[in-house]
């Protein structure tokens, strides 16, 4: 595959450098060799780069303002002026999807990151001390977890209100109980591992130990579950968009632009059509990524 043969001699590149040599960066560069053996992982990082580079060369793409209305131009179907057509507005559609994807990559990201802000150290907390402590945060995960992600994620926009603002956090808190498990059952084994104990001996503290020994290697599953999340992050806010609840208009976004879009969807079909398809790229290559890096940080996996 192209996009392996390139990231691999930008490898040997860096080997040429001296990067192999170092002791600090094996691992690193042992992982990277794991998953560039993935084809499925590498065509996810190759198809989320050019989706983050489109979304970032925008304006250099197309000239047309997202956001402006020209009537005399509605329902255009798609031709050389304008390649996918034009909205029930006569707004362009490729100017749409570029811009509507800075906003729902930004939504994704940002939301899986007050996840990990708050799963993260609860879910350390948790493992590590355990008794009561594990109890509350346990039992609050619980009536996160009995809702469907979606569902929670509905529920909390109709106590929020609508907005940019108000859908990124009720993704993100959506997000919360799935980083609380995952870092609670890696802490659990962590904490009795020699160096813990050795660490405790010496009368090391506590959030020391949780900083500095557990937190780093109960990351791994962690990083593949955040990858995992960004692409369900961005289908949830799709579907919020969808009911009109999510990104409000004229603002371009996939999951808006696909509600609008099923109005046509049996005269001017492309209208759905490509705001779905922009989603099931993004979150198809989130999900290859996922797999990818799941494949190459476990480290039973290493001898394939």
């Not at 995992?228 to 208009?249: D, K, S």
Request: glycine share 10%; with cysteine.
């Amino acid at each position: 595959m192209f996009c392996t043969r390139i990231l691999t001699r930008a490898f040997t590149m860096a080997n040429t450098f001296g990067v192999e040599h170092d002791e600090k960066m094996k691992p690193l560069i042992e992982i990277w060799r794991r998953f560039l053996r993935r084809r499925s992982a590498v065509l996810g990082l190759a198809l989320l780069s050019i989706l983050v580079a489109l979304s970032l060369a925008a304006p250099l793409i197309t000239p047309h303002d997202p956001e402006k209305l020209k009537l005399s131009q509605a329902l255009i179907a798609p031709s050389a002026q304008f390649p996918l057509g034009t909205d029930h507005l006569g707004r362009d559609l490729v100017a749409r999807l570029l811009y509507g994807a800075r906003l729902s990559l930004v939504i994704g990201f940002l939301a899986v990151a007050m996840g990990l802000a708050v799963g993260v150290p609860f879910g350390a907390l948790s493992g590590y001390y355990g008794g009561w402590i594990d109890l509350i945060i346990q039992r609050i995960a619980d009536v996160l977890l009995s809702f469907p992600t979606f569902l929670l994620a509905l529920s909390l926009v109709a106590i929020l209100g609508v907005g940019l603002q108000n859908v990124i956090i009720s993704v993100g808190i959506s997000a919360i109980p799935s980083f609380i498990r995952i870092v609670r059952s890696s802490v659990l084994t962590i904490r009795e591992q020699t160096y813990v104990e050795a660490a405790r001996a010496v009368g090391m503290r506590d959030s020391k130990i949780i900083l500095l020994h557990v937190l780093p290697n109960a990351m791994a599953p962690v990083i593949v579950q955040a990858t995992l999340n960004l692409g369900t992050a961005i289908l949830i806010a799709a579907g919020l968009g969808f009911l009109g609840l999510g990104v409000q208009p004229p603002t371009p976004e996939w999951g808006s632009m696909l509600g609008e879009g099923r109005n046509y969807i049996f005269s001017h079909g492309y209208m759905a059509t490509f705001p779905g398809l922009a989603i099931f790229c993004a979150v198809l290559s989130f999900n290859l990524l996922g797999d990818g890096l799941r494949d190459a940080l476990d480290p039973r996996l290493r001898r394939m």
